[in-house]
């Protein structure tokens, strides 16, 4: 049941801490930046962490601050729009919060939702993408987007896809869907929540990013232990193969949309590709004492890339601040399992 429910603001100052080994000099007119942390499956320790690229201050769990309860179980993403309206997709408690810009809570959406996983707001209309539900074989029923009225939050309409259906993108009309259980991507036409066409990718699809001409890139992380992953360039009718990567990367990319250079993640390297040059660096930034990547976003208003070390989901994760010259700024704390970014 979708649940409308308004939260008085807390007084309680969030918890703050001072984020560690800050050498870099920060930019002025700079936004927060919000750090998603998954948590570990099962438990409600999900959270979403601020931090102030200016002061360098860390803010820890701003949801549960601001109303006195937990976010969930896997946070999985965070949307803002235009209007500083806030979705948090929390897959496991197959729920998400609509916040204000203070992280209050004023509705929480459960209604049509199996296993969600990102969300995009175009125009008055919600998409948010939903793995389905599994068997008792660990089997999918149905993956799909579900279409929201985006002032009421009604369902407006579903769109059947291919397993895994993850992230999310617009451009141009129509919504790109990626179905990480296998080799495809849907694309639905906005105009009429029909699904247009579905496009063969490499294996295991993941994040997608749309560049200054409106173009959608897809990172594919390639099938399990082949060091096949791949970058694609889509289109409403096809797909193309870019750059073999020759390694199994994560999900994630990210782009500098006005240099048109790729980010992406393989163990503990950051990778980028000039999209104009068509010059691919693998290791770009490795960092050493890391663990393993799990987050990856890039910054356009201070020039930054965010790198999040999950540290093997073995308690708190670390988040690496690198400069687009691959010079390393900071670090400072996040939650469980940090998975992405969102930059204000």
């Given at each position: 049941m979708k649940k409308l429910a308004l939260w008085s603001l807390m007084a309680a100052v969030?918890?703050?801490?001072?984020?560690?080994?800050?050498?870099?000099?920060?930019?002025?007119?700079?936004?927060?930046?919000?750090?998603?942390?998954?948590?570990?499956?099962?438990?409600?320790?999900?959270?979403?962490?601020?931090?102030?690229?200016?002061?360098?201050?860390?803010?820890?769990?701003?949801?549960?601050?601001?109303?006195?309860?937990?976010?969930?179980?896997?946070?999985?993403?965070?949307?803002?729009?235009?209007?500083?309206v806030g979705y948090v997709v929390v897959n496991n408690s197959k729920k998400i919060e609509v916040v204000n810009a203070d992280f209050v809570s004023t509705a929480t959406i459960d209604d049509n939702l199996a296993n969600p996983r990102y969300l995009i707001r175009n125009n008055d209309q919600l998409f948010v993408s939903n793995w389905g539900t599994f068997d008792e074989n660990y089997a999918l029923d149905q993956s799909y987007v579900l279409i929201l009225d985006a002032a009421t939050f009604e369902k407006e309409g579903a769109v059947n896809t291919e397993d895994g259906t993850e992230n999310l993108v617009?451009?141009?009309?129509?919504?790109?869907?990626?179905?990480?259980?296998?080799?495809?991507?849907?694309?639905?036409?906005t105009s009429t929540?029909?699904?247009?066409?579905?496009?063969?990718?490499?294996?295991?699809?993941?994040?997608?990013?749309?560049?200054?001409?409106?173009?959608?890139?897809?990172?594919?992380?390639?099938?399990?232990q082949g060091n096949d992953g791949a970058i694609?360039?889509?289109?409403?009718?096809?797909?193309?193969?870019?750059?073999?990567?020759?390694?199994?990367?994560?999900?994630?990319?990210?782009?500098?949309?006005?240099?048109?250079?790729?980010?992406?993640?393989?163990?503990?390297?950051?990778?980028s590709y000039e999209t104009a040059q068509k010059v691919l660096e693998k290791a770009f930034i490795t960092i050493?004492?890391?663990?393993?990547?799990?987050?990856?976003?890039?910054?356009?208003?201070?020039?930054?890339?965010?790198?999040?070390?999950a540290k093997g989901f073995q308690g708190k994760g670390t988040v690496y601040r690198y400069s687009a010259d691959g010079e390393a700024l900071s670090t400072f704390e996040a939650g469980v399992a940090p998975n992405g970014f969102v930059f204000k």
């Open positions: 969030f918890l703050t801490s001072c984020g560690g080994d800050d050498e870099g000099e920060p930019n002025k007119g700079v936004g927060p930046v919000y750090v998603v942390n998954e948590g570990n499956f099962n438990q409600t320790n999900g959270s979403i962490t601020s931090y102030d690229p200016e002061s360098g201050e860390v803010s820890a769990f701003v949801f549960q601050t601001a109303n006195s309860r937990p976010l969930g179980d896997v946070v999985q993403s965070l949307f803002i729009d235009a209007d500083e617009y451009a141009d009309g129509y919504v790109y869907a990626s179905n990480s259980f296998g080799n495809t991507v849907s694309v639905i036409k929540g029909k699904l247009e066409t579905t496009l063969e990718v490499g294996y295991s699809p993941g994040e997608m990013v749309v560049d200054e001409a409106g173009a959608v890139w897809l990172i594919c992380s390639g099938s399990y694609y360039k889509l289109g409403t009718s096809a797909a193309t193969k870019e750059v073999d990567l020759e390694v199994n990367p994560s999900a994630r990319l990210s782009i500098d949309k006005e240099q048109g250079v790729l980010y992406y993640i393989a163990g503990t390297s950051v990778g050493d004492e890391a663990v393993g990547f799990y987050g990856l976003g890039y910054n356009e208003a201070e020039d930054v890339i965010y790198i999040a070390d």
